[in-house]
Structure formats: structure tokens, C-alpha cells
């Protein structure tokens, strides 16, 4: 061995034991590198720490992050989105099943509104499950479609995962990346739908075929649900039309989607002090702890260039001499096992480090694989045993079991893979939108 591949596994090594042991992801991080700084560097390296932490904290692109959580929260919290919640129940159409695709149809919309998969599944768990199951809906596959359309929420922008990604990778545009979401986004929902179409029509008793106490909607009441959600098209509009448009960077478009947000609320009446308060409070502390984890993984990458792995993974892989989609294989095989026992974020940081240098050495397209990355991470938020979604469906569910809600995991996993064979068969799912930025 030469000398960085010690120091790198007692890191790696250290790390894990931590997050096993239960400790917070950033106290974590922030324990392992200050060791870290202290035996590569000694006492002097603490400057290192201060600097990592001053252009973190001072990062232009990631004031976006606190504007997309408050984003989110302030349209969570004020209650708004069961305007948005009824105007699309009104608008499905009679059909077998139909619960099972207004979620599909809700999740992509909410996809649009907020990037946190937990906070979609434990709404959509309190909103719409227990109607589900009242009516005689298959709890297992109504546990499935929450899942898998929550899970849609990190990958339609706005994305704080994207935002993560984009400020630990230099050679990509935050813009495009968050843009890039929407093709996969689509895609992943018409999968979800199409399974459901499948499973529905081999097997009737999974859905009521008929709801004769839903009443068809009229004319009027078609167009009044529209108008409802006005409001919520033109945050979706300011956010991704925005940068699509080329006239705000994905900070000026957050902070305008705030604006939308907030005047939203008052349209419908949701807003006071006590949303306000609590969305700017839930806001800090998550920031915050997310801004520190960033700090330290800009210093773990640091480090991992003074102990020479930077260099040294980068020869170990293409010494291997296997073919490009062996590598990228191997590049995915990794989160999706590794994301079953640890959290997302964590794996993230800590990988990106590592990735990066190895992805420009295969010449991977930047854009299309980091996408993919991050579509493997949101399947980790569904595999058991400590996937973030599963837990926020249960926890908003009295009526699921945890068996259950681990057994309705598996086709959300099959689905989402299937949906990256297609997106590796055909990059330009995800690569033609940011093309046009």
C-alpha cells in the first residue's frame, strides 16, 4: 500500500462507526475531519477547517438552499396544498383505480413545489391513504404509489439534492442540473402509472371498479379546480420558467418562487405569523445543519487531496482498464447497496469527493450522470431497513404496518431501476432540456 489508502479507510471507517452509533450526520462529518485536519496537517491545518467553513457559509449558490426548504414550508405548513390537493381529486376522471393515479398525478405536481420526498409521503399518508383504505384500496400497493411518487420529489426541480451536487461539483451548471430532472421526473411518473395501469388490469381486486358516491365533476367545477391551481402554476412557472428561460439563476428564481409561495397563502387564507415563524424557524435549523455538512465535506475533499487519494483512486480505477459502462456500473452499484444502511446525504458527501475526479476521467457526460446519481440516491430513501421514506409513511400511517409498508418497497425499487435502464439507453431524456440554458 502506498500512503493514502490508511488514512482514507480509518476515515471512511470512523465515519460509518459514527452514523451507526446513531450520531447526527453533521456532528459526524465535523468530528472526523477536525481529527483528520489535526494528523495530516497538525495544529496549523485548523486554518484550513476556518477557510473550508468562511466559503461555505459565503457560497453564493447556496443561498438557494434555504430559499427552496422555505419554499416548501411556507406552502406545507399554511395548509395551501389541500387547495391544490382537492382541484386535482375533482379533476381525475371516474375510473377503476382512480385514487392510485390521482397520487401519481399530486405527487408530480408536489415534485414541483418541494424537493423532500419524507415531507410528500407523510402528507399524501395523512391526506389521501386513509380515503384509500376506507374505500377498500390494496394497502400494499396504495403504500406503494405514495412511495414511489414521493420519491419523485428530489428529482423534479427544485431539488435540494441538486443544489448539494452542484455546489461539490464544479464542471456542471446548477441550472442545468436542476433542469435535467424534469425528463426523468416525467418518465419515472408514467413507469409508476403504467405498472399501475398492469397491475390493476391482471388483477381487479387491488381497486374498487366503481365509486358511486364520487360525483362527476361538471363543467363549472372543472374549470373553478383549474383556476384554484393558478396559483400554484405560476410558482412552478416562476421557479423552472425562470431558469429555463435564461433570465434568473436558480437563486433569483427560489427567492421569486418564495414570493409565490407566500402570496399563495394569503390568496387562500393561510397565512399568519405562527406559519411564517415556524417555516423561517424549520428553515434555519435544517439549513444550518446542511450548510455544516457541506463545510465538511469541502474539507474532507481537501484533505483527500494533501493525503494524495485524489490522485491514487484515480489510478487505481482506470488502471482496472474495464470499458466505460462497467465503471459507471460499479459507480451505481455502490449508493444503491451502501444507501440501505446509511443516510442519503451522508453518502452523498462523503462520495462526491471521490466521484468527481474519476467521473472527468471517464469522460462521463456531467449533466446526464449526476442525474443518474441522484436517482439512485432517491431509491436508497425506500430500501429497507432505514430507508427516510418508509419511516414517513409509517409514521403518518396508523393503519400500515411496518411489514407492509418494507413488502411495498420492492416494485418502487424495480420501477426506478428500470427507469435508469432507460435513461442509460437514452441519455437525451435528460440531457436535451439543459441544452437549450
Known sequence: MSGWEVPLAVFLASLLALLALGVPVFVAFMVVNLVGVFYIL?????????NSVFET?????LITIPLFILLGEILFRSGSVQVLFRSVDRLVGRMPGRLYFLVVALSTLFGALSGSAVAVAAMLGRSVLPDMLRRNYDPKLSAMVIMAGASLAPI???????????????????AGLLIAGIGPGLLLAMLISLYLAVSIARRRHLAPLSEPDLPRATLLEALMAIVQMLPFGIIILSVLGLILLGVATPTEAAATGVVGAIITAAMYRQLSWRVITESLLSTANLSAMILIILASSKLFSQLLAFMGATGGLVTLVTGLDLPNWQIFLLLMVLPLVLCMFIDQIA??????????PIVKAYGFDPTWFWTMFLINLTIGSVTPPFGYTLFALKGA??????????????PVVVIFLFGMAILSAFPAIITWL???L
Open 397 to 410: 400511517s396508523d393503519e400500515l404496518s411496518l411489514k407492509q409498508v418494507f413488502a411495498a418497497s420492492g
Open 156 to 174: 423534479i426541480p427544485p431539488s435540494l439534492f441538486v443544489i448539494v451536487i452542484g455546489s461539490l461539483v464544479f464542471d456542471v451548471s446548477i
Open 57 to 61: 457559509a459565503t457560497a453564493h449558490s
Open 434 to 436: 439543459p441544452r437549450y
Open 347 to 356: 453518502f452523498m458527501l462523503l462520495a462526491i469527493p471521490l466521484y468527481v
Open 42 to 50: 497538525g495544529p496549523a491545518g485548523f486554518g484550513l477547517f476556518a
